[in-house]
């Protein structure tokens, strides 16, 4: 089992930028498809992105396409997650998790997650 660690969360504007991180344990981490999800409050987790195990492949939400950019490297067993112009809807604990079909998670345990908030 891979242990995975959220981080680079934080409170942004509208309009503004994060990028966050998940740092996984294990030796097979550049074997899995990972993805990033996210639970705004009173909603159920959604996937958001994924990305093959060689980053060649990347799968958005329609709601983040063209504003999010996910990456990894395996060579440090990170999955990144670029996220520009960043609107209130953005605002969700972000969590990471290999995939299936890329919007279903494979791992029982969750990391903490990362708390985005994007308000004026």
């Known amino acids: 089992q891979v242990q995975v660690a959220e981080s680079g969360g934080g409170l942004v504007q509208p309009g503004g930028s994060l990028r966050l991180s998940c740092r996984a344990s294990?030796?097979?981490?550049?074997?899995?498809?990972m993805g990033w999800f996210r639970q705004a409050p009173g909603k159920e987790r959604e996937p958001v992105s994924g990305i093959s195990w060689n980053g060649r492949s990347t799968y958005y939400a329609d709601s983040v396409k063209g504003r999010f950019t996910i990456s990894r490297d395996n060579a440090k067993n990170t999955v990144y997650l670029q996220m520009n112009s960043l609107k209130p809807e953005d605002t969700a604990v972000y969590y990471c998790?290999?995939?299936?079909?890329?919007?279903?998670?494979?791992?029982?345990?969750w990391g903490q997650g990362t708390q985005v908030t994007v308000s004026s």
């Open positions: 294990g030796r097979t981490f550049s074997s899995y498809v």
């Open positions: 998790n290999a995939v299936t079909n890329w919007r279903y998670p494979l791992w029982l345990d």
